[in-house]
C-alpha cells in the first residue's frame, strides 16, 4: 500500500497549513508543492476546479482544488491516484467545515498550528489502514453481508424441524384461542342469566313484603279497609 508523505492545503499560492511525514521531512517536497500551486491554471469563481496529478521522480503530487481552497499531497507512485484524491476530499471537507469562509483571508499558516495534526492523522490513516480506500471497503462490506446471509440461509436450514414445530405449536395457540373465546362466551350468557333471575327473584321478594305490608296496615288480606 502506497504512503502520502506530504499534504499542504492552500488559498491559491498561500499555504494555510501543512504537514510533512517521516519521510518527507528534510525534502523539498514543500518547494515543489509551491511551484505546483503557483502553477496552477487561473480560474474564475466558480470555474477554478480541478483535480490534477504531476510526477516528480519517484513521486506523484496530487492536486484538488474546489471553491478557490486548494488540498495537495505527495504520494509515492505505489499508492496510485484512488487513495490519495479520497485523502484530498476528506482533507477539504474537513477544513471548510472547521474554517467556513475563515479560510478566503487567513493570513498565511493561520491554520497550520491546528490543523496539522488533522493532516498527520489522515495521512498516516490513507497510508496504513486498507479501509482508507473505499472501493476496497465496499467490496469487504458486501462479501460480509454475503456471508452473513449464507449463515442465515443454512441456519434456517438446520432450523427446518424447529421452524415445522413451531408452526404446529401457533396452530394449537389458535385452537387454544377460539376454545377460550367459546368459554368466555358461555360463561357470560350464563352470568347474564343468573342475573336475571336473581333481578327477578328480588323483585317478587320485595312484592311479597309491601303486600304482606299493605294486608297488615288494611287489616285483611283482601285490603278491607283499604279497598273502597
Known sequence: MGKIEYAVVARGAVVLAEHYGASAAGGN?????????????????GGDDCNVSYTQDLHVFHVKRTDGLTALCMADDAAGRRVPFAFLEDIHGRFV?????????????AMNDEFSRVLAQQMDYYSNDASADRINRMRGEIDQVRNVMIDNIDRV???????????????????????????????RNTMWWRNVKLTAAVIFILTVILYLVLAYMCHGFTLPSCVP
Not at 467545515?97 to 499558516?109: Q, S
Open 157 to 187: 436450514l438446520e432450523r427446518g424441524e424447529r421452524l415445522e414445530l413451531l408452526v404446529d405449536k401457533t396452530a394449537t395457540m389458535q385452537g387454544n384461542t377460539m376454545r377460550f373465546k367459546r368459554q368466555a362466551r358461555r360463561f
Open 97 to 109: 467545515k472547521a474554517y467556513g469562509r475563515a479560510a478566503l483571508t487567513a493570513l498565511a499558516y
Open 29 to 45: 517536497a514543500g518547494a515543489v508543492a509551491r511551484q505546483v500551486l503557483e502553477r496552477l491554471p487561473a480560474g474564475g469563481a
